[in-house]
């Protein structure tokens, strides 16, 4: 039996700012850098999904970049769109395919339809090897058997640079690999995973049993865990509800309704309208808007308009200010500077929470703060990337919960408003909600770091153990 105190080895590949945000600045690793000998694999500066440089961020360890042939990250998503788009029954093996084929366009969604036909997919799996052959990934091959890591762990969208070669690499030098989901969306639609991690970390029920249906990872493969993201939660907030209302000038005796912006473009500054006009008519009594933007969501469709925006009820909310500044200069590039520790002050002193299909759904849930999902289906054309996601399985489950309310048009918006107001003070609600958000994220039962090092220390004993018996 190891010692608790073994120092193991590790390699840890990001290849995005949000992966750098959700699990680097939020010091979800922190238990690894101290007690392990890290290293972070980063991709060449030229890789366009990270900005940041990692010479200014607080790693707490070394890191080195690796480079991958691009041709080899292009075929292993094309092998997986082939698989995304096969025939299978089942409505959310439809929505899938809706998906992939508004990414694609419809050529090489005809295209790629027909490569995963009975027979053809074969040949055209066969085909694809031959040309990864020829295409090898050298550089990573080289140095995880120079190095020889104990683990390899992956936090990550499940798509990106490095995702097939590290756990296809991994797995043909016996090294285990972790895979850290990043986001609510990633195991049912946003994966391009064509292999199986020896373990993948996920949120909770509801993505363990995405895992086990899109990604075929057996159920001993999953461990539920939480988010990395929301630990910040588990911490008293930074400044009371006086001090906040006081920040937007918001009479701390109203309700505070949170408009939260998607990443999906719909018209948020006409929802902000109606809201408005509901408050000034009296609707909403005694209430104030506050509006936060989604951190790459360029505040809607047309977002340069909040800047200049006048409303009497609606604040912007104000770590978010600078962002609306930015959008409404034509910059709309990831807004970095939202921690997650601001999102936990902002999410426990509003009183609920609206939003157009984003993860703050889950985020007010965990806060016992009753949420709204806004589908404005009146206003968005069919086959727009909000009519499609509207269908998306993560967001369904949501739908078919009556703890999780929804409303489809501008006209619902406000009616459902007035209950989800309504909702704050009904305790048995609240206590319906808290156990529902359970299915969703884990709740935590200590940080999330110590929970990734505990994963970790136990998937090293398991399989020194068994190497050992190999050997013996």
């Known amino acids: 039996m190891l010692e608790q105190s073994k120092r193991m080895k590790l390699f840890v590949f990001i290849e995005s700012d949000i992966c750098i945000r959700h699990f680097v600045l939020t010091g979800a690793l922190k238990e ?42 292009w075929l292993w998503k094309r092998l997986f769109q082939a698989q995304q788009l096969m025939l299978r029954p089942g409505r959310d093996y439809g929505e899938r395919r809706r998906y992939v084929r508004h990414l694609l366009g419809w050529k090489a969604s005809v295209q790629l339809t027909v490569y995963g036909l009975p027979g053809i997919f074969q040949i055209f799996k066969r085909n694809i ?4 052959k020829k295409n090898p990934c050298t550089e ?27 756990i296809a690499e991994s797995a043909q030098q016996d090294i285990p690999s972790v895979l850290i989901m990043n986001s609510w969306d990633n195991p049912s639609i946003k994966q391009t995973v064509a292999g199986i991690p020896d373990k993948c970390v996920v949120w ?93 969501g360029e505040c809607g469709k047309d977002g340069e308009r909040m800047q200049s925006a006048n409303w009497k009820h609606v604040e912007i909310e104000r770590s978010m200010a600078p962002y609306v500044e930015r959008v409404a200069k034509g910059d709309c590039r990831i807004f970095l500077d939202a921690p997650y520790s601001r999102t936990h002050d902002v999410l426990t002193h509003i009183d609920a929470v609206i939003s157009p299909l984003s993860t703050i759904i889950l985020e007010a849930a965990l806060h016992g703060k009753p949420p709204l999902c806004f589908m404005p289906l009146d206003q968005e054309q069919q086959g727009s ?73 136990k998937i090293y004993d398991k399989a020194h153990k068994s190497s050992k018996t190999r050997e013996g």
């Not at 500066?45 to 042939?69: G, K, V, Y």
């Not at 090897?129 to 990864?132: D, E, I």
């Not at 990550?156 to 097939?164: L, Q, R």
Request: charged share 25%; hydrophobic share 35%.
């Open 140 to 166: 990573l091959t080289t140095l995880l058997k120079e190095e020889r890591p104990d683990l390899v762990i992956h936090p990550s969208t499940f798509d990106g640079y490095f995702i097939n070669d590290v």
């Open 385 to 457: 990337i909000f009519e499609i996601f509207s269908g998306m399985v993560h967001f369904e489950e949501i739908f078919r919960s009556d703890t999780f309310p929804v409303a489809t048009s501008q006209k619902e918006l406000i009616e459902k408003s007035v209950e989800l107001l309504a909702s704050t003070e009904d305790l048995d609600y609240l206590k319906v909600l808290e156990r529902d958000i359970s299915y969703f994220v884990s709740p935590p039962s200590k940080p999330y770091s110590e929970v990734i090092d505990s994963v970790l220390r």
């Open 32 to 73: 690894l850098t101290q007690n392990h000998d890290v290293t972070f694999i980063f991709p060449p500066e030229d890789w366009n999904r990270i900005t940041l440089d990692p010479t200014n961020l607080p790693l707490n360890a070394p890191f080195r970049r690796l480079t991958l042939s691009r041709q080899r990250i």
């Open 204 to 296: 909770g029920e509801q993505t363990a049993a995405h895992c086990k249906r899109y990604m075929n990872i057996p159920d001993e493969n999953l461990i539920k865990a939480g988010a990395a993201q929301f630990d910040i939660f588990r911490q008293p907030p930074s400044l009371d509800r006086e001090a906040f209302c006081a920040e937007h000038s918001i009479d701390p005796n109203h309700k505070i309704l949170m408009y939260a912006g998607s990443s999906k473009k719909v018209d948020e500054y006409s929802h902000l309208s109606v809201l408005n006009e509901a408050c000034e008519q009296g609707i909403l009594k005694n209430t104030s808007i506050l509006y936060r933007p989604h951190p790459w």
């Open 129 to 132: 090897f031959s040309r990864l």
